[in-house]
């Protein structure tokens, strides 16, 4: 069983940063694939950027040189930091864990580029 508790969402000016954060607590293992998707309003669920236990990394065209994903497994957390962001990154993002055969959800955290 893993819980997945999401943090760092907001409000931020078009341009502005902002560092999500993942940290997952219970049966979990750090050789798994960790990510970030996201949704905003009337779209589907996508990929934003995924991490594996190797610490490679993919990430969606939309954001690639602005966003960055890592993972501390220490702390069984995972980050996502973003940096010049629009407003067409306002979205609900969430976290994943992928632990063969179970797929683990954060409970969503809002972010708004707005000015």
């Known amino acids: 069983q893993v819980q997945l508790v999401e943090s760092g969402g907001g409000l931020v000016q078009p341009g502005g940063s902002l560092r999500l954060s993942c940290a997952a607590s219970g049966s979990i293992f750090s050789i798994n694939v960790m990510g970030w998707y996201r949704q905003a309003p009337g779209k589907e669920r996508e990929l934003v950027a995924v991490?594996?236990?190797?610490?490679?990394?993919h990430y969606a065209d939309s954001v690639k040189g602005r966003f960055t994903i890592s993972r501390d497994n220490a702390k069984n957390t995972v980050y996502l930091q973003m940096n010049s962001l629009k407003p067409e990154d306002t979205a609900v993002y969430y976290c994943?864990?992928?632990?063969?055969?179970?797929?683990?959800w954060g409970q969503g955290t809002q972010v708004t580029v707005s000015s």
């Open positions: 994943n864990v992928m632990q063969p055969p179970r797929n683990y």
């Open positions: 991490i594996t236990g190797g610490s490679s990394t």
